[in-house]
T-cell receptor
Framework: DTEVTQTPKHLVMGMTNKKSLKCEQH?????MYWYKQKAKKPPELMFV???????INESVPSRFSPECPNSSLLNLHLHALQPEDSALYLC?????????????FGPGTRLTVL | AQSVTQLGSHVSVSEGALVLLRCNYS??????LFWYVQYPNQGLQLLLK??????LVKGINGFEAEFKKSETSFHLTKPSAHMSDAAEYFC????????????FGTGTRLQVTL
């Protein structure tokens, strides 16, 4: 299984809502990532988890809260988001954190904040 | 710090023509280089990667790229374009000996015409 799955595919939420994005991989990868991608832009790294511990936080606002319950799952909890947070949220995983490790991407969750 | 520059945000070729997408990198240490493709409303898929084993790298779907240290380039080519190649292409770099932190270029949209 060489797939990263993400749910939901689409999400519409108000600024006062709390929601979560989910990501799962069964490739035995020990590193997982969250990226944010705005239209016609490259992905921007948000968080990196390695062996279920937060390794990198790219100064992301606290309204985004990541969680890695186990080595196969990665969540992104959303609370009090702003309309400018509307974007495609991509999850990725890699075998480890070596520079040459390929990152496998999921299909993304299209988030709209009203 | 590492970075990549993709020349040309939009490239248009005829079906059957050569595809050339340009990527130049900046890095103070030997880099790892990647080309990813993104189809509309999908995640990123790895086309190929350079990890210093060979300067000419062959990837999926008939794409290849050549690492040229003297020119700090890693251009992507395909001898004959197909309509299904129409997509967004991202060049990315990560460094040896560091966390697997990809830095993406701004992307090139490839259009294939009849």
């Amino acid at each position: 299984d060489t797939e990263v799955t993400q749910t939901p595919k689409h999400l519409v939420m108000g600024m006062t809502n709390k929601k979560s994005l989910k990501c799962e991989q069964h490739m035995g990868h020990r590193a997982m990532y969250w990226y944010k991608q705005k239209a016609k832009k490259p992905p921007e790294l948000m968080f990196v988890y390695s062996y279920e511990k937060l390794s990198i936080n790219e100064s992301v606002p606290s309204r985004f809260s990541p969680e890695c319950p186990n080595s196969s799952l990665l969540n992104l909890h959303l609370h009090a988001l702003q309309p400018e947070d509307s974007a495609l949220y991509l999850c990725a995983s890699s075998q480890g954190l070596a520079g040459g490790d390929e990152q496998f991407f999921g299909p993304g969750t299209r988030l709209t904040v009203l | 710090a590492q970075s990549v520059t993709q020349l040309g945000s939009h490239v248009s070729v005829s079906e059957g023509a050569l595809v050339l997408l340009r990527c130049n990198y900046s890095s103070s240490v030997p880099p790892y280089l990647f080309w990813y493709v993104q189809y509309p409303n999908q995640g990123l898929q790895l086309l190929l990667k350079y990890t210093s084993a060979a300067t000419l790298v062959k990837g999926i779907n008939g794409f290849e790229a050549e690492f040229k240290k003297s020119e700090t380039s890693f251009h992507l080519t395909k001898p004959s374009a197909h309509m299904s190649d129409a997509a967004e292409y991202f060049c990315a770099v990560s460094l040896t000996g560091t966390a697997s932190k990809l830095t993406f270029g701004t992307g090139t949209r490839l259009q294939v015409t009849l």
